[in-house]
């Protein structure tokens, strides 16, 4: 978290795999919040936040996470080792490397 804090404003994109709690700008954001004051890893800041997971469920602390519907945020929801290959795929080819 420290090699990235406070730099996340800079990211043309920040890709979250699985995460929930640690990108969940609640814990920033929400003084109320079950999260209130715990250190994330603030991606809402990138320009554009790609996020990987299985579904929509909360993660260990159950709490919403509003990162999921934020204008700069894409959901992909499914397997995220698998859609990580697709892109590195799509990527080389786009490339021409590999």
């Known amino acids: 978290?420290?090699?990235v804090?406070?730099?996340?404003?800079?990211?043309?994109?920040?890709?979250?795999?699985?995460?929930?709690?640690?990108?969940?700008?609640?814990a920033v954001?929400?003084?109320e919040s079950e999260l209130a004051g715990m250190p994330?890893?603030?991606?809402w800041?990138?320009?554009?936040?790609?996020v990987l997971k299985r579904s929509l469920a909360g993660g260990y602390a159950d709490v919403d996470n509003p990162l999921f519907f934020n204008g700069n945020t894409n959901m992909v929801l499914g397997?995220?080792?698998?859609?990580?290959?697709?892109?590195r795929e799509?990527?080389?080819e786009m490339l021409g490397s590999g």
Do not use: Y
């Open 29 to 31: 954001e929400d003084p």
């Open 45 to 50: 800041r990138s320009r554009k936040v790609l």
């Open 5 to 26: 804090e406070g730099k996340e404003d800079r990211f043309d994109v920040s890709l979250v795999v699985g995460a929930n709690d640690t990108v969940n700008p609640a």
């Open 1 to 3: 978290m420290e090699e």
């Open 90 to 92: 799509m990527l080389e």
């Open 79 to 87: 397997d995220a080792k698998a859609t990580i290959e697709e892109m």
């Open 40 to 43: 994330v890893i603030q991606v």
